[in-house]
């Protein structure tokens, strides 16, 4: 695995676009996100993913012919069409052979994205898939909403899966709830409400004064914690049960860096142990679906060596939740490189 992050940093309590310094402050001391990154006007998801990819495939020396696969994930692509993965397999040089097709979910899609890449290898179809997971949401987000303004960081990674029997088991559990769909989104821009003059005007949303356009993200706070802690410990418990796995063997938890307030809640009700909770929140924010595996480049490089179990938990933006249990051999880890 390897990861690229912009050069750009944003120090959340001088972010002071819209909003009183008191404000910030009582915000981010909540949210526990102290800095993100912010590509640029001019770059995309994709660059982050390919800077990422380049330094993945350079550093392990692998061989492009053998990639069989390339999953790109996003919600923040290049453009409406033609997919983005399909663009990357030619920037990549990889093989025209090579099966490529994005997937559009949000905070659990590296899940889902491990899941597939699992799934096709494991029926012969795919020697190596190589995901490619990226979001430049300071994009989607108003900057002059508090409910999110403070939260959102941009970043890419890349990681390779291939087979092998020394790698052991792994289980993946997969969740989907769209009644609760307005919870966290867009809802202008696309094909059911197009864009317009109306669209992509600011306005007041709140007695608060709050300040965003119909095509930029939304998201109920209370709601989304609500969701949080009542399915995700569900899904955790039902995942060991079924995998019997026993927690002692599990090296560490990486959860979706979604703020610091839902995580330790999280943690607190899991009775998990607070040295083997990596966390990027503090200094990347929420990346959405690439905050799983940033945070596994950013804070467990050397420590992958030999043999580690990892469990994963992502959550969000569906609604969706997935947590997998997966096993690793002496993963590669790369730096996180600045772009």
């Known amino acids: 695995m390897s990861a690229a992050v912009p050069k750009r940093t944003i120090f959340n309590y001088e972010h002071d676009i819209h909003f009183k310094k008191e404000d910030i402050k009582e915000v981010v001391d909540k949210i526990g996100v102290k800095e993100r990154r ?10 982050l993913c390919f800077a990422a990819a380049e330094d993945l495939i350079k550093g392990m020396g692998i061989n492009r012919d053998e990639i069989d696969l390339l999953l790109f994930i996003s919600q923040t692509p290049d453009y409406r069409m033609p997919a983005t993965s399909i663009l990357l397999q030619d920037r990549l040089k990889l093989s025209r052979s090579t099966i490529a097709f994005d997937i559009s979910l949000g905070c659990s899609a590296y899940l ?8 096709m290898i494991a029926s012969g179809t795919v020697r190596k898939a190589l995901i490619l997971d990226g979001e430049t949401r300071s994009k989607v987000y108003s900057q002059k909403d508090r409910k999110t303004a403070f939260l959102f960081g941009d970043a890419g990674i890349a990681a390779l899966v291939e087979a092998g029997e020394h790698f052991g088991e792994s289980w993946f559990s997969l969740n989907s709830d769209g009644e609760r769909e307005s919870l966290i989104k867009i809802p202008a821009g696309a094909y ?5 003059a109306e669209t992509l005007k ?8 709050n300040i965003r356009s119909d095509e930029q993200g939304y998201m109920n706070g209370a709601d989304v914690f609500n969701f949080v802690i009542r399915e995700v410990p569900k899904d955790f418990k039902r995942i060991v049960q079924q995998s019997e796995v026993d927690l002692s063997t599990i090296d560490y938890y990486v959860f979706h860096q979604a703020n610091s307030y839902i995580n330790g809640f999280l943690a607190k009700k899991l009775k998990l142990p607070q040295d083997k909770i990596p966390s990027t929140i503090e200094k990347y924010g929420n ?10 480049v950013s804070e467990l490089k050397n420590k992958l060596k030999g043999h580690r179990r990892l469990l994963l938990s992502g959550f969000g933006v569906g609604l969706s939740w997935g947590t997998a249990i997966v096993d690793m051999e002496d993963c590669y880890i790369g730096d996180v490189i600045e772009l």
């Open 202 to 209: 600011e306005k007041v949303v709140d007695e608060y004064g």
């Open 38 to 47: 912010f590509v640029d006007e001019n770059t995309c998801s994709s660059d």
């Open 192 to 196: 059911r409400n197009m864009s317009s």
């Open 112 to 119: 889902y994205g491990l899941t597939l890449a699992y799934s």
């Open 287 to 296: 990346t959405s679906s690439v905050s799983i595996p940033l945070t596994i």
